[in-house]
């Protein structure tokens, strides 16, 4: 493997692992809250003690995963230097409000939650535990905001004295893409959330113990799990829809399909054909169940809409709104242009090094004409700029089929948990309460395989591949310190779960339908 | 409402009892609110264990050791540093 190869898997490792404590911290303070506040409303100690239960539990996970995104930081400035550069404020900036508000303000109304139990007034305490689940909110809100501007570069001007793209227009950082993807993973969270609460409660339900507290924690966990999970659905429709504007290549990549259509299906379930490529004649799948007008109804809002293929896509083949064929740019075109860009680049570097004012002036005029493909130059062949199909199309169904199954288990939860004393009878419906938490995350770690792996090759959209914006690096630096990385986020998680499960085992035996939780 | 007071030790161990004001009294509930909580703390107690050793180990360890500012620590300014990214972008 390269050294590209070597920082790619360093930086999903360390987002993967980062993700396995975000999500839950961004539901489960939700979650603490709403119990809270239907303690306040109705001086039930039993709502204390579940607020107290579940808060312990977000306790360790904040615990735990605070600051584990920091790696990634780090990771930017050794490995990803020249991206850190080209990037400039943009990226920099919603970070340094994230680290300097959002985290700031989630940790001060932290530690008021944990301590300030009848040291503030039962309404500050109540306001510090919302403000706590809005700051973990806001802090989501910068990171994605950065992520989004990567996938839909936009609101900057490219400055070659600087190399840097220079923001021009702030707001502009709040694209569509970015709202979609905002919402999409926090809403996300909150599923994610709900699945973990009630996994929990059942696990109760089948030790017999405080029945009463895992039925109340099933109704909060269930019904913010529904509706988190039918936002995560609605946002996650607006995303395709973004995508096929922006990304028309990961759409293609996520559906594994090579030459599209008019009223083109969706593939519910299949095999993609491995050695199909953009230019041979072999088959797209092994085999495959397709919805009919599925992908052109999740792509445009129109049964009967035209949705490119990859092969369509690189050989500059699109219609427009009106059904008429139109040429885009072809994948061999941009390559051609980015070289241009990049020619350009280097005369203004010569002309700089020589103080020639008119040379410059007229090479940066070159480059913007052909800036918006500049990442193009970088590729020999167009095989270059298509991301891994396999992967993404698997990753996309494994996220969908197992956010469906989430929408079941919800329905079901609340179904059961609302029929009197019966679902505390059936012990195999408890198991599999238990059993589907950790295929929760999975299909939240799915998600953000289909839309990182699909943007592939590029770590800015069209403007920087990966393999540009590494840093001149060994490998063996990147393989210790990946194998380093590895080992201590794996002692964390490891650390997370056994200190949970011995907090679960410590409440059960304890009778949490009185107020007498730490 | 009753007053608030503070008694200050000085360096010649004399005693000076002086009344509050309402800052000084919101920093001393700030103080006992982390100060208590600290000190109750049950579980909290391995996690910050944990959470220092993390920390410890991420800005120490790992971020002297094995993963330096590239761009910061072999630059000295931002035009060596964009000279370098050019070089870098175009040489690719």
Not at chain 1, 467 to 483: G, Y
Not at chain 2, 47 to 66: E, R
Request: glycine letters at 6%; charged letters at 15%; aromatic letters at 16%.
């Amino acid at each position: 493997m390269t050294v590209v190869d070597w920082s790619r898997w360093q930086f999903a490792l360390t987002a993967i692992y980062h993700w396995l404590f975000v999500p839950l911290t961004l539901g489960l303070s939700l979650i603490v809250a709403i119990m809270e506040s239907l303690y306040l409303k109705s001086k039930s100690e039993k709502w204390l003690a579940a607020t107290k239960f579940w808060m312990t539990l977000f306790g360790i996970n904040f615990a735990i995963g605070v600051a584990t995104g920091i790696i990634l930081e780090f990771e930017f400035g050794t490995n990803w230097s020249n991206y850190s550069w080209f990037v400039g404020d943009i990226f920099g900036a919603p970070l340094a409000i994230e680290g300097l508000v959002a985290f700031f303000m989630e940790s001060t109304f932290v530690a008021v939650m944990f301590f300030g139990w009848n040291k503030v007034s039962p309404r500050f305490h109540l306001a510090a535990t919302w403000l706590t689940w809005l700051g973990a909110s806001i802090s989501a809100l910068w990171i994605l905001v950065a992520n989004a501007w990567m996938q839909y570069p936009t609101g900057m001007e490219f400055d070659p004295a600087q190399m840097r793209n220079v923001m021009d227009n702030f707001w502009e950082l709040f694209s569509g893409i970015a709202i979609n993807k905002y919402m999409h993973a926090v809403f996300s969270g909150w599923a994610l959330s709900g699945v973990f609460v009630i996994g929990v409660s059942a696990w109760f339900l089948l030790k017999k113990r405080n029945e009463g507290f895992a039925v109340r924690s099933i109704k909060v966990g269930g019904w913010l799990g529904l509706v988190g999970l039918l936002l995560t659905m609605w946002t996650g429709d607006g995303s395709a829809v973004e995508v096929t504007k922006h990304q028309p290549m990961k759409l293609a990549a996520m559906e594994g399909l090579y030459h599209g259509g008019y009223s083109q299906g969706i593939v519910a379930a299949g095999l993609v054909n491995p050695s199909k490529t953009w230019n041979n004649d072999e088959d797209e799948y092994l085999f495959d169940i397709t919805v009919p007008y599925g992908l052109s109804i999740l792509a445009k809002h129109n049964l009967n809409a035209y949705v490119p293929g990859i092969s369509d896509i690189v050989n500059g083949i699109d219609v427009n709104e009106n059904g008429d064929t139109i040429n885009t740019v072809s994948y061999a075109e941009r390559i051609r242009l980015g070289k241009l860009a990049h020619e350009s680049l280097r005369a203004y570097d010569q002309a700089r090094a020589a103080h020639d004012e008119a040379g410059m002036n007229k090479a940066v005029a070159e480059l913007k004409e052909n800036y918006q493909f500049f990442g193009y130059g970088y590729f020999d062949s167009v095989d270059e700029a298509i991301p891994p199909v396999g992967v993404t199309f698997y990753s996309f169904r494994i996220m969908v089929i197992l956010g469906s199954y989430f929408l079941l288990y919800f329905l079901v939860a609340l179904f059961a948990v609302y029929r009197k004393d019966w679902l505390q009878k059936q012990n195999w419906l408890q198991w599999i309460a238990i059993i589907s938490v950790p295929f929760m995350w999975l299909c939240s770690e799915a998600g953000w395989c289909v839309a990182e792996v699909g943007r592939q090759p590029w770590t800015v959209q069209d403007l920087l591949p990966t393999k540009a914006a590494i840093s001149e690096i060994s490998s063996a630096s990147v393989i210790t310190t990946f194998w380093l990385f590895a080992l201590i986020f794996t002692v964390l998680l490891v650390a997370e779960v056994s200190i949970m499960l011995r907090q679960i085992s410590k409440y059960s035996k304890t009778n949490l339908e009185i107020d007498n939780a730490h | 409402m009753a007053e608030k007071y503070i008694i200050i030790i000085f360096a010649d161990n004399s005693l000076r009892k002086t009344r509050m004001s309402n800052l000084t009294v919101t920093l001393g509930k700030i103080w006992h609110l982390y100060y208590d909580g600290f000190r109750e703390m049950t579980v909290g107690k391995t996690l910050w264990a944990i959470i220092l050793l993390k920390l410890f180990v991420f800005f120490v360890v790992m971020k002297l050791l094995f993963f330096p500012n590239i761009l910061k620590q072999d630059y000295s300014t931002d035009e060596e540093r964009a000279d370098h990214v050019r070089e870098q972008l175009i040489k690719r």
